[in-house]
């Protein structure tokens, strides 16, 4: 919806011109960027140039990483969210930050199973309300964790994990096998920002915003679009400025998320009031603009603060509809005048049907832990998002405050399956274009003492294929440092002219009526 808001309203604009299906596909010493538009190939000569490419995904080389199912988070989440499509049923997902964490999440909403995530860290990088909607529903979190491999003849059919030692090492003994179609890999981003540096080695007077500039957030995306607008048209000599509060604005929306520092606790002396498990600082507030009362606070000086209830509750919940954490609960103590139940309000959003109306359920805490059995006494569309469901529960009165979500996942068999099979080098493909196996690198650094990732690609064309060396020469960087070498020793590839197959039609010219 964001996007198609912001297209609306650049729609409007008569002075812009958009050109759909035109990628552009090389920028040159003259100044010139070539682009095909819808299919013709022009040359454009702009006076500044502003570049939004976006971010790739970092990927991980081990043995059946190329397999088919094994994909990365963005592809799924376009899959999922752009083209409505269903790619799979029984998903595992590597890397607990923002995107593993939320792809898992609509990933549920879908109607997949997600069998679980691993995270190589002790903790999820993820913001903690999201990590926590995931486990409330009962998904296993595997931190310190790795994948070992991917097995499957001509698809993927089943994951490895193992848990790794404080050198990311896999400690044998400790691998678990599950059955998984689909692999995504989220395991962090890095900005496509080759044609960036290309114009900016032409001299062209460059501008780069969003992930293609700094990776952070989407909300931090569309803030950086806007300064970086108005300082183009400051350089250009326009009377405008960047006031000092979008800047403070885009660093809070770029920041790490803070410490977790626990949650305000809920009143004792209210019948009614929410209970929020927003426990760590992060750049968010819509919680506290929904409260028609003001009763919804942050009291530090930014959004960073962690929210807290204080005043009156009407029993709206209104903030329980828009968190988009999902942190907040309502908590009704008027429901049982004989205060043995009380009735809590939560946010739903998983598939109708997974939950019904007069059925018990595994009620669970702020964690995912286990509290005890509740009643779907109501379900209703909420007025306010229209993607979210409010459901009351009919809980034991002294489990009011601690009734955070519903467990949809049994917890899975812990019983640990050793695996005799080591992963070998030469069973990691770490470039796909040319099938160059991590063991004929390693072999030939060995051998030639090389330094110089150019003398690696000449020798055994890693990084020649038509991608460009997107994947594999992060992943040959990382070769060199997992055998010891600093990687200042090492001499980086030469950057690659940014370009794009383009069909040669595009380049033909009508003269005198004919091509
Ligand atoms: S339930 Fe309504 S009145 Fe109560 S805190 Fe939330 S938004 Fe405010
Ligand atoms: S809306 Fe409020 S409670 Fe929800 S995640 Fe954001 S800051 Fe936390």
């Known amino acids: 919806d964001i996007g198609k808001n912001l297209a609306s309203n650049l729609n409007n604009e008569k002075t812009i011109d958009i050109w759909l299906n035109s990628p552009v596909v090389g920028v040159f010493s003259d100044g010139l960027v070539g682009i095909v ?3 013709k190939y022009v040359l454009v000569k702009p006076e500044r140039l502003l570049i939004t490419t976006g971010a790739r995904e970092k990927t991980l080389a081990f043995p059946g990483c190329d397999l088919p199912g094994v994909y990365g988070a963005g592809a799924f989440q376009t899959l999922v969210n752009r083209d409505l499509v269903k790619p799979t049923d029984k998903l595992f997902i590597v890397g607990g930050g923002n995107v593993g964490l939320i792809g898992a999440y609509h990933a549920l909403q879908a109607g997949v199973d997600v069998i679980g995530i691993v995270e190589a860290l002790p903790e999820c990088g993820g913001y903690k309300v999201h990590l926590d909607k995931i486990k409330r529903l009962g998904i296993p979190i595997f931190t310190s964790h790795t994948v070992l491999r991917a097995e499957g003849k001509e698809h ?3 994951v490895v994990i193992s848990r790794i030692d404080d050198k990311f090492r896999p400690i044998k003994g400790t691998e678990r096998v599950f ?3 689909t692999l995504l890999i989220a395991v962090g981003l890095t900005p496509v920002d080759e044609l960036k540096n290309q114009a900016e080695e032409f001299g062209l007077k460059t501008y780069a915003a969003g992930d293609a500039d700094i990776i952070a957030e989407a909300s931090a995306a569309m803030f950086s679009g806007r300064i970086t607008a108005r300082k183009i048209l400051m350089d250009m000599g326009f009377d405008v400025e960047v006031p000092p509060e979008w800047e403070d604005m885009v660093n809070i929306l770029r920041s790490r998320p803070g410490p977790v520092k626990g949650i305000y606790p809920p009143p004792k002396d209210k019948d009614v009031y929410p209970v929020i498990r927003c426990a760590q600082e992060i750049p968010c507030n819509p919680c506290t603009e929904a409260c028609v009362l003001q009763s919804i606070k942050i009291k530090e000086p930014t959004m960073m603060g962690r929210p807290q209830f204080e005043g009156d509750c009407l029993g709206c919940a209104r903030c329980v509809s828009i968190c988009p954490g999902l942190a907040i609960t309502l908590v009704d103590k008027r429901y049982d005048k004989t205060k043995k139940t009380a009735r809590v309000v939560i ?8 939950i019904k109306t007069g059925q018990s359920v595994k009620t669970t805490g702020m964690e ?11 379900m209703k569309k909420s007025e306010w ?3 979210r469901t409010l459901v009351s529960l009919e809980v034991p009165y002294k489990e009011a405050n601690l009734v955070a979500g519903i467990q949809i996942k049994k917890p899975t068999d812990k019983k640990s399956i050793p695996r005799v099979k080591e992963p070998t080098d030469d069973e990691i493909i770490i470039c796909r274009c040319e099938r160059v196996t991590k063991k004929e690198i390693k072999d030939y650094i060995k051998k030639t003492g090389t330094r110089d990732i150019n003398a690696v690609k000449a020798a055994l064309r890693v990084g020649m294929g038509p991608c460009g060396g997107k994947t594999c020469t992060e992943l040959t960087m990382r070769i060199f440092r997992e055998m010891g070498i600093d990687l200042k020793e090492v001499t980086p590839p030469v950057e690659r002219p940014f370009t794009q197959e383009v069909p040669l039609k595009s380049f033909l010219r009508e003269k005198g009526g004919k091509k």
């Not at 946010?347 to 997974?354: I, L, S, Y």
């Not at 995912?368 to 109501?378: C, D, L, R």
Request: net charge negative.
């Open 347 to 354: 946010p739903w959003e998983m598939p109708e049907g997974t």
């Open 385 to 387: 998002q229209n993607r």
């Open 156 to 158: 993927l059919e089943k």
């Open 179 to 181: 059955d998984a179609d």
């Open 37 to 39: 538009k819808e299919g």
């Open 368 to 378: 995912g832990e286990v509290i005890g059995e509740g009643k779907v006494i109501a």
